[in-house]
């Protein structure tokens, strides 16, 4: 990863201002990767989420063009998100990896014919989780995760997002299970809906208070 940031910055001090945009996510999406292999050393030990008010649509334009750049170049990824949806409260850098992990999903399922997938974003006030505890979680925040491929293998539906389970010949089944564990560490919840031509992933998360949305905009001033 050194050697790939090392290499990009090279690069950008000859480019354009097209190309520096590129050479300047290389180098953002490998500071990223190697902040999260720090934090993952095993499966298991993910850190806990540093939760902060966050923009969602933000997360999901910056995997949408770093999809488009690289493993997703033969899809076509539509956004459709409501202007109005207020800020989540989550973790930045492991909400990309989220939105990276599934959008890497549609465009392997898809294959080399590539396909559509839709980053959809809406506000759902009612939603909210029942703990084991009898404790309720409110999850207004909806992302649905779109694609027009060939749907979940039927072995594997139920349990998708468990470790070591993949519908692939040479996948990891890491990928969905770190994404659900991902979503879980932020009191949030994942589920999906998969049928031949139309399978949606859906993440909820819980919206940032006014504290933490004012404690985050004083962040980014200082």
């Known amino acids: 990863?050194?050697?790939?940031?090392?290499?990009?910055?090279?690069?950008?001090?000859?480019?354009?201002?097209?190309?520096?945009?590129?050479?300047?996510?290389i180098v953002a999406e490998s500071r990223r990767i190697v902040k999260l292999l720090e934090q993952v050393e095993q499966f298991?030990?993910?850190?806990?989420?540093?939760?902060?008010?966050?923009?969602?649509?933000?997360?999901?334009?910056?995997?949408?063009?770093?999809?488009?750049?690289?493993?997703?170049?033969?899809?076509?990824?539509?956004?459709?998100?409501?202007?109005?949806?207020?800020?989540?409260?989550?973790?930045?850098?492991?909400?990309?990896?989220?939105?990276?992990?599934?959008?890497?999903?549609?465009?392997?399922?898809?294959?080399?014919?590539?396909?559509?997938?839709?980053?959809?974003?809406?506000?759902?006030?009612?939603?909210?989780?029942?703990r084991s505890d009898g404790t309720g979680q409110s999850l207004p925040l909806q992302i649905e995760i779109i694609d027009d491929g060939p749907g979940l293998p039927d072995a594997i539906r139920a349990d998708v997002f468990d470790p070591f389970v993949s519908g692939r010949e040479n996948g990891t089944g890491l990928g969905l299970a770190l994404v659900s564990k991902i979503i879980s560490d932020h009191g949030g919840w994942i589920s999906v809906n998969s049928t031949p031509g139309r399978t949606v992933f859906r993440m909820s998360l819980p919206r940032a208070d006014k504290t933490n949305a004012e404690n985050s905009a004083l962040g980014q001033e200082t």
Do not use: C, W
Not at 1 to 25: F, V
């Open 44 to 130: 298991g030990n993910l850190m806990p989420p540093e939760r902060q008010a966050l923009n969602l649509h933000d997360v999901l334009d910056r995997a949408r063009r770093s999809a488009l750049l690289g493993f997703g170049a033969r899809m076509k990824i539509i956004e459709d998100y409501d202007p109005s949806l207020p800020p989540a409260l989550g973790d930045k850098d492991q909400l990309l990896q989220v939105v990276l992990n599934l959008l890497k999903n549609a465009a392997e399922a898809a294959g080399d014919q590539g396909g559509t997938i839709q980053l959809h974003s809406y506000y759902e006030h009612s939603f909210r989780m029942r």
């Open 1 to 25: 990863m050194a050697g790939i940031t090392g290499a990009a910055q090279l690069l950008s001090m000859n480019l354009n201002a097209e190309d520096l945009e590129l050479t300047d996510l």
